[in-house]
């Protein structure tokens, strides 16, 4: 709101017939200002620009806390009450003078020197991956004073996901400062919070080997890591919008190129220039990475399943068949699953991240079951052996009948043993060029072939019949 004084003196400069442009130049103010104090009325010119009303002013501190400090509300509650209406401006004015609100407090500002301190912290956020709608754990970390960013998302954020999400800073870095402030996340902190913290032993060795130490800051005090505090507002509007992601890798490589090509060459004010410009200048101070980067993977004790599967957070995977009800050792990398059976690599997997209840069955580990071939009946057996037509017609027939075909072999030995054999096989190929296998049928096909010859009788044998009579 314009001082009172200036008001005045633009009222006095405008009696003296002096124009907007002079007034404002004088003044050093803008025109639209000085338009605006001159159509103000003139009981504004005491400095009271509304008459208070006494009772309402005696309510204000219990309406204040009625209203939980909103002053649209308060003008609610006082119209609804009192039957005055109350405007906004008037009433945040009435608000201050009584110090019913407190006072803002002067921000800080935190000065780091090249190699001196890194942020880290996560923020979950809402995307698309695979056409799902999922909430991912956004983990970032910056150096304090270059303000070089690097993100990498997880579908969720625990010990193992944060020893990874280390390493692969530290290797973006390609080096750490001895400083890393972080929130009081369970995920590091074991007990305690803020210069109390008692962080996780593992968590402390992890970051022992990669050369620094975590520092926690004060509960409810997030300004102290604003240097990765405040990023995350921009992922969220820069780097996630009109954006489409197949799998949590394709994401996490996007992401990987928009802070080479985004987030670290775009020029900040509050540098002067762009992170990666600062970074070539905080870069000689960094801490060196040690020759052999610590190992990420969790040890698992599991028991093949009857279907020959493994479970690993959810998801299930395959082991040679031999291997069921066996206990195998699994270790789980971030991007592969490996199992062990006595000391032996038996199987690695790809593994599937941000799935859930899925299966990967590598090749050869499930075979099919093959039904065993069966033998060929005796039966079979004797009238396949003459080769030739007969064996022809035994296989179709067999492959005709149901089953065996044990009974309808039977007669047909039967009658490959009664009749003559010419007139048995030109039968058979007969009924082998029409489909019969009516073996009724076929005997009477048979019967045609040696009728006259194998029932006519010998002249020596009507002799002998003469003879009788």
């Not at 309402?56 to 308060?74: D, T």
């Amino acid at each position: 709101m314009t001082p009172l004084e200036i008001r005045n003196s633009v009222h006095t400069l405008q009696q003296q017939n002096l124009s907007l442009r002079e007034i404002a130049r004088v003044l050093k103010l803008s025109r639209n200002t000085v338009r605006r104090i001159v159509r103000e009325p003139k009981n504004r010119l005491d400095g009271t620009t509304a008459v208070r009303d006494e009772g309402v002013h005696k309510r204000l501190g219990e309406v204040y806390a009625r209203a939980q400090g909103n002053a649209v509300r308060m003008s609610q509650i006082l119209q609804e009450e009192n039957g005055k209406q109350v405007a906004y401006s008037t009433l945040t004015r009435w608000v201050r003078d009584a110090d019913l609100r407190a006072s803002l407090k002067r921000s800080g500002q935190y000065h780091f020197e090249p190699g001196q301190e890194m942020q880290h912290d996560t923020s979950p956020h809402k995307l698309e991956v695979a056409g799902k709608r999922v909430v991912a754990q956004c983990a970032g970390l910056t150096l304090a004073y270059s303000r070089r960013l690097f993100i990498c998302y997880y579908p969720r954020f625990t010990r193992f996901e944060a020893k990874d999400f280390l390493v692969r800073a530290a290797q973006f870095m390609d080096g750490t400062c001895p400083r890393c402030v972080i929130d009081n996340t369970s995920v590091m902190v074991a007990g305690g919070a803020g210069c109390d913290a008692v962080f996780a032993p593992e968590m402390a060795a992890f970051a022992r080997a990669l050369g620094f130490h975590f520092m926690a800051h004060r509960v409810n005090n997030p300004d102290r890591k604003a240097r990765i505090e405040r990023p995350f507002a921009w992922i969220e509007n820069n780097f996630l919008p009109g954006r489409s992601f197949s799998s949590f890798d394709d994401l996490n490589a996007q992401a990987l190129k928009w802070c080479l090509e985004v987030a670290n060459v775009k020029p900040k004010r509050s540098l002067g220039m762009a992170p990666e410009a600062a970074y070539v200048m905080e870069k000689p101070y960094l801490r060196a990475l040690p020759s052999v980067l610590p190992a990420v993977y969790e040890v698992l004790d599991r028991v093949v399943d009857l279907y020959g599967f493994v479970s690993v957070d959810t998801n299930r995977y395959s082991t040679p068949e031999r291997l069921v009800g066996k206990q195998v050792t699994v270790y789980k990398h971030y991007a592969s699953v490996e199992i062990h059976y006595k000391h032996s690599l038996v199987a690695s997997h790809p593994r599937l991240v941000g799935v859930r209840d899925a299966r990967n069955t590598l090749p050869g580990h499930h075979t099919i079951p093959q039904r065993k071939a069966r033998e060929p009946s005796l039966q079979a057996q004797l009238l396949s052996a003459q080769g030739g037509v007969l064996e022809a017609y035994v296989k179709a027939l067999v492959k005709h009948l149901n089953g065996r075909g044990t009974r309808a072999l039977n007669r047909l030995l039967q009658m490959q043993r009664t009749y003559p054999a010419q007139p048995f096989l030109g039968a058979l190929e007969q009924a082998l060029k029409y489909g019969l296998f009516d073996l009724t049928r076929v005997q009477t096909l048979v019967l045609r072939h040696v009728a006259g010859d194998f029932f006519a009788m010998g002249e020596h044998d009507n002799e002998g019949d003469a003879q009788d009579q």
